[in-house]
């Protein structure tokens, strides 16, 4: 139970001084119990500083949340305006750093809705944390979940500023340091030196595991797969089998799967080489295939297309997408900062583009010619966001032949 007191225009005594027209807010939990004094409209009280040092030589100055050890990544911004749980246990943020574009994130703290069983990024940066999360099924605040998993995060500074910055100078490089006493000079070599490398390893399942099912047997090659994607198809009554990222192709096929799933994960595409090989494999069979974000960019490697990192990337809820086939316009969810240049397997008459992001045009989906595969770089599986395209789960069960 939670007990809220509030005092106004009224001089608060303590044994530490007086607090004039202050607010005292009083939260007694089973394992804790915590004051906030203000005084003047700022927290009193020991509050440690943190910087967010960025390679192009600006410094924000905010507050410590989560684990105060230092860190290094690419710093990236998520336009989602509900779902930041769902944001932060997505391991496609693996090798990242995320800003969060909404003013007020931890309001209902930490609830069931994660798309993994931890954060992955590797920093996290928001311009209010909520002091108070209030909702049925909390089980702990954000401060305590980053801490819990020793990730450095920092508060109270002008994301607004900051997105503005990476979205007219592109993605760059960033440090969470709490230490005050930081030498710029020395640490923007570090930081422009920095890469996110293979963060497909970090993030993969580590042994196979079945989703039992009395339908269709989809093989999902976990990438960095997020739960919905398992729980989409599980849902539609297929038995899921989930596969580490570096299993081969030989033993996915031996198994005679209905369809193959290639989830979404982290990382610039190109560092998957072994991975990409096995793809081939798969592209090669005549089982039918969906892939998703990561899993579309490698597709496309694997049939001879390029990739190349965009500016700043889509990440958000938010996404206009259009479907070439029948000119209508989905809200996508989406999260990358790789883009595939279609054009290659256009020409090659291997795949044409299915899908079109209606903002920049960037390719969002391609349909390969006569094979049972088709590709899309949004997230049908949604969480969070829209589930304007969760039918294509429904055509992917089409393509394996329906609920027979």
């Not at 038995?239 to 005679?256: D, G, K, S």
């Not at 089982?287 to 960019?297: D, K, V, Y």
């Not at 958000?316 to 000119?327: C, E, Q, S």
Request: charged share 25%.
């Amino acid at each position: 139970m939670i007990h809220f007191l509030q005092f106004k225009k009224k001089t608060i005594g303590t044994n530490k001084g007086k607090f004039s027209q202050g607010t005292v807010w009083m939260e007694k939990e089973e394992k804790r119990r915590r004051f906030f004094f203000w005084k003047k409209g700022e927290r009193t009280g020991k509050r440690m500083k943190a910087h967010l040092i960025l390679e192009d030589g600006n410094v924000f100055t905010g507050t410590s949340i989560g684990s105060t050890r230092e860190v290094i990544s690419e710093i990236v911004f998520n336009t989602s305006m509900t779902g930041y749980l769902e944001v932060l246990t997505d391991p496609s943020y693996a090798g990242q750093a995320v800003v969060m574009t909404y003013p007020l994130i931890g309001n209902y703290g930490i609830t069931p809705d994660m798309e993994s069983g931890r954060p992955w990024p590797d920093g996290y940066i928001v311009r209010e944390l909520s002091r108070m999360p209030s909702n049925f099924r909390e089980e702990g605040t954000i401060q305590d979940f980053l801490t819990k998993y020793d990730i450095p995060g920092i508060a109270g500074i002008d994301t607004r500023a900051l997105t503005k910055i990476l979205r007219e100078k592109g993605t760059m490089n960033g440090m969470i340091t709490t230490n005050n006493n930081y030498n710029i000079e020395e640490i923007i070599p570090r930081l422009k030196a920095y890469t996110t490398g293979n963060v497909v390893d970090k993030v993969t399942c580590s042994e196979k595991r079945v989703l039992k099912g009395n339908g269709k047997r989809v093989a999902l090659l976990d990438l960095g797969a997020k739960n919905n994607i398992a729980q989409s198809l599980n849902k539609r009554g297929c038995e899921v089998t989930i596969y580490p990222a570096h299993t081969t192709a030989e033993e996915i096929l031996a198994t005679n799967p209905d369809g193959i799933m290639l989830s979404n994960g982290p990382g610039d595409p190109k560092e998957c080489k072994e991975i990409i090989a096995e793809i081939k494999k798969l592209y090669d069979s005549d089982t039918p295939i969906f892939a998703i974000c990561l899993g579309h960019q490698l597709m496309a490697l694997a049939t001879g297309a390029d990739t190349h990192k965009m500016k700043y990337g889509h990440r958000g809820g938010n996404h206009p997408v259009k479907d070439l086939a029948t000119g209508r316009v989905y809200i996508s969810s989406q999260n990358h900062g790789y883009v595939v240049d279609a054009e290659g397997l256009e020409e090659k008459n291997i795949a044409k583009p299915a899908f079109v992001n209606v903002n920049d045009g960037t390719n969002e989906g391609m349909a390969y010619e006569g094979k049972n595969i088709f590709t899309v770089q949004f997230h049908p599986e949604a969480c969070p966001g829209p589930q304007d395209s969760s039918y294509l789960f429904d055509r992917f069960m089409d393509m394996m032949g329906g609920n027979k």
